[in-house]
C-alpha cells in the first residue's frame, strides 16, 4: 500500500508539473476588473445628456449652427477595418475647433466583427486569435485618438455590430475580443468602451459581467432603437452592471434632422458615461513669463516657461501647495503644473483631476463618510462600478489594506476594493489628501 501511494503521489505531482508549465503566463488571464495605468496628464471626462453621430464629421461650421440643436456630444469615428466613411474634417484642429464650442466626443473605432457575420473574412475576429485582435485594435485606437488630441483618461468605444446569438463560438470569439480591446487600453492609460446591439452584445457582455475569464469594459453603449432616453431597464442588462455613470443607450437609428439651417442624417443617443478628455485652450494672464512645474508647488523643479499672452492646454485642476493667494492649479497637456492665478479658464473652470476605477473583490461596495469602517455609511457602488478617485491617504485597515480613496463625491472607499495598480499601497498618479 505505502509503494503504490509513492507512486501515486509522484504521478499527481509530475501532472501538475506539465500542466502549469503549458499554461499561459498570468498577465494572459483576464478577470472581470482590470487596473488602468492612467499617466500624471489623464483625467476622466463625464458627458451627461444627448449625443447624435453620423458617419463622416461634420465642418466646423456646421457643428457652429448644430449648437442651436439640443444635442451636446457627437459620436466621432476615430478608425478601424470597418471605418465606412471619410473623414476630411476629422483632424486635431478640428477637435479643439469643436471642444472650444463646449461640444463633448464620443470616440468610436470600428473594428472587427463576430465572425458568424455575413462579411467579409478580412473584416471578421478570428476565435484563435479574438484576444490578440482586441489587443491589436486597442494599440491601433489609442495611436488614433493621441494623433487628434484625446487624452489619456478618455473612453474609447468599439463598435461592435448585431450578430446572431445561437453560436456559442461566436459569442465566445466576441468576448475575447472585446476583453483583449479592455486589458490594451487599460495599459495605455484609456478607458474601455463598447456599442453594441442590446439583443446580442449587449445580452453577452450582461451574462459575462462577472466572469473570470474575460475582461469587463468600463462602459457600455446600447443600441435599442425603442425611442426611450432611458438607460436603464435595457432588456438583458441588470441595472446594477454598469449602473454608475457608464451607460450610453442610442435610442433611435438613422434620421434627419435639421438645426441652424442644416440637415444631417444622424442616430440619435443618451449618455450618462464617461467620453473624450480634450486639453482646453486657456490663455496665461501673468506679466512675465510663467513657470510649469513638474509637482503642484512653488518648490517643485521648473520644467518649462509659458509667454505672457500665450495659451496652454489645460487639463484638469487640483489643490497643491498655496501660490500667489490659491491652492489650485492646472494640470496641462504636457504634464506640468501652472499656478491658477495666472491662467484665465473661462466659463466654469475645468473639472477636477480624477482617475476612475472598477469595484472589485464585491458585490456592493459601502462609501463611507472618511477613511474607516467607523464612518458613516453614505452610499453604495455596484461591482464593477465606476469610481471617480482624487486623492488617497491612510486610515482604518481592511484585510491588510490601510489605503483609503476620496472620490469626487466627497465620499470614502477602502482601496482593497477597487482596482487600482497598487493593492495595498498608494497608487500613482493619485495624489495624497
Known amino acids: 500500500m505505502n509503494g503504490r501511494r509513492v507512486i501515486a503521489r509522484i504521478a499527481f505531482v509530475l501532472v501538475f508539473v506539465v500542466t502549469v508549465a503549458l499554461l499561459p503566463p498570468p498577465y494572459l488571464f483576464a478577470k472581470p476588473a482590470t487596473s ?22 461634420p ?26 466613411c471619410s473623414q476630411r474634417h476629422l483632424s486635431k484642429s478640428w477637435v479643439h475647433g469643436v471642444t472650444a464650442m463646449r461640444w463633448r466626443l464620443v470616440p468610436i ?56 446569438t445561437s453560436r456559442h463560438r461566436c459569442r465566445k470569439a466576441v468576448l475575447r475580443y472585446i476583453s483583449g480591446w479592455t486589458t490594451a487600453l487599460h495599459r495605455h492609460g484609456y478607458l474601455s468602451g463598447v456599442y453594441v446591439a442590446g439583443g446580442s452584445g449587449g445580452v453577452h457582455l450582461a451574462a459575462a459581467h462577472g466572469s473570470r475569464a474575460y475582461a469587463r469594459p468600463d462602459a457600455i453603449w446600447v443600441a435599442q432603437w425603442d425611442g426611450s432616453k432611458k438607460l436603464f431597464n435595457l432588456p438583458g442588462v441588470s441595472d446594477r452592471y454598469w449602473s454608475h455613470g457608464q ?20 442616430d440619435s443617443n443618451r449618455f450618462r458615461a464617461p467620453v473624450a478628455t480634450v486639453a482646453r485652450q486657456v490663455r496665461v494672464t501673468s506679466s512675465v513669463p510663467l513657470k510649469g512645474r513638474k509637482h503642484p508647488t512653488k518648490k517643485a523643479a521648473i520644467i518649462t516657461t509659458y509667454r505672457p499672452g500665450s495659451t496652454v492646454g489645460a487639463v484638469c485642476q487640483r489643490r497643491g501647495a498655496k501660490a500667489a493667494g490659491t491652492r489650485v492649479w492646472n494640470l496641462l497637456a504636457n504634464g506640468t503644473y501652472v499656478s491658477d492665478r495666472f491662467v484665465k479658464t473661462g466659463g466654469k473652470g475645468l473639472p477636477r483631476c480624477a482617475y476612475p476605477y472598477q469595484v472589485a473583490r464585491t458585490d456592493r461596495l459601502n462609501k463611507r463618510a472618511g477613511p474607516s469602517t467607523r464612518h458613516a ?3 453604495e457602488v455596484y461591482g464593477g462600478g465606476l469610481v471617480k478617485v482624487v486623492c488617497q491617504r491612510r486610515g482604518s485597515n481592511v484585510f491588510g489594506n490601510r489605503v483609503w480613496n476620496k472620490l469626487a463625491s466627497g465620499t470614502w472607499v477602502s482601496d482593497y476594493y477597487l482596482a487600482t495598480p497598487s493593492r495595498r499601497g498608494f497608487s500613482k498618479p493619485i495624489r495624497r489628501c
Open 36 to 57: 488602468v495605468d492612467y499617466p500624471k496628464r489623464a483625467t476622466v471626462t463625464q458627458f451627461s445628456g444627448l449625443a447624435f453621430d453620423t458617419c463622416s464629421a
Open 59 to 84: 465642418s466646423l461650421s456646421t457643428m457652429r449652427k448644430w449648437r442651436s440643436s439640443r444635442y451636446r456630444a457627437i459620436g466621432i469615428y476615430i478608425g478601424g477595418v470597418t471605418r465606412a
Open 109 to 164: 473605432y470600428t473594428g472587427k466583427q463576430a465572425p458568424c457575420r455575413d462579411h467579409v473574412k478580412q473584416f471578421l475576429i478570428k476565435p484563435k486569435q479574438a484576444r490578440e485582435q482586441g489587443r491589436r485594435a486597442a494599440r491601433h485606437a489609442v495611436k488614433r485618438a493621441g494623433r487628434l488630441g484625446l487624452l489619456p483618461g478618455s473612453a474609447l468605444y468599439l463598435d461592435i455590430e448585431s450578430y446572431p
Open 247 to 266: 451607460r450610453g443607450k442610442q435610442f433611435r437609428g438613422p434620421h434627419r434632422e435639421k438645426h441652424g439651417g442644416v440637415a444631417m442624417t444622424i
Open 377 to 379: 455609511l453614505v452610499g
